[in-house]
């Protein structure tokens, strides 16, 4: 069985600081990893996915992201925060087509 | 449209009634995908349709919820006798025909069962 495993709940960041959102994952199989962003009243939009290749991943507006097997981690980064980053994330697994999400992590990026 | 839609994008219901949830993925995903979010938590997978192949069915929590696709087009989602923990953001999503296609979502329908 798959599972995603969110460390934090809620992470407060200032404006311009460094952000780490931490994700650790179970899977019996090589998995597909996604992180997902969701703004208030919005919709999902993907922020980057592991899919076997370089483990180090980069996605959209500054977020990257490290595939560690041995730690079983797929951490998200971004070096310098911006207040438009405040937002829910999802760490996301797969391996048979469905998605199986964390419970989330709240970010707030204060001024 | 260049997204995938949902409608309606807000639905109030009496418990006991029956709701219909329809999603019109983006022309040319052969996979689509219903997941449910509860207030706070993380999404829940209900149900994948691949092309013409058998629906997987395996997130579907009672036999009260069921759901339809015809070809590679529009999909609803249905729920009988609703109940209160019911309530929910239904979300749609798309993708291709490889499991590690990158999913688009809908933007959710939100049913409240009083």
């Known amino acids: 069985a798959q599972s995603v495993t969110q460390l934090d709940s809620h992470v407060s960041v200032s404006e311009g600081t460094p952000v780490l959102l931490r994700c650790n994952y179970s899977s019996s199989y090589s998995p597909s990893l996604f992180w997902y962003v969701q703004h208030p009243n919005k919709g999902l939009q993907l922020l980057l996915k592991?899919?076997?290749?370089?483990?180090l991943v980069k996605g959209i507006n500054g977020f990257e992201a490290e595939f560690k097997k041995s730690e079983t981690s797929f951490h998200l980064t971004k070096p310098s925060a911006h207040m438009s980053d405040a937002a829910e994330y999802f760490c996301?697994?797969?391996?048979?087509?469905?998605?199986?999400f964390g419970q989330g992590t709240t970010l707030q990026v204060k001024p | 449209g260049a997204g995938v839609s949902q409608s309606p994008s807000n639905k109030v219901t009496e418990k006991g009634k029956d709701v219909e949830l329809r999603c019109d993925p983006i022309?040319?995903?052969?996979?689509l995908y219903w997941y449910r979010q509860r207030l706070g938590q993380g999404l829940e997978f209900l149900i994948y349709f691949q092309g013409n192949s058998a629906p997987d069915k395996s997130g579907l929590p009672s036999d009260r919820f069921s759901a339809e696709r015809t070809g590679e087009s529009v999909s609803t989602l249905t729920i009988q006798r609703t109940q209160q923990e019911d309530s929910a953001v239904y979300l749609c999503?798309?993708?291709?025909?490889?499991?590690?296609?990158?999913?688009?979502f809908g933007p959710g329908t939100r049913l409240t069962v009083l």
């Open positions: 022309s040319g995903h052969t996979a």
């Open positions: 999503a798309g993708g291709g025909f490889r499991w590690a296609d990158t999913q688009y």
């Open positions: 592991y899919t076997s290749a370089a483990t």
């Open positions: 996301v697994v797969s391996n048979t087509g469905k998605l199986i």
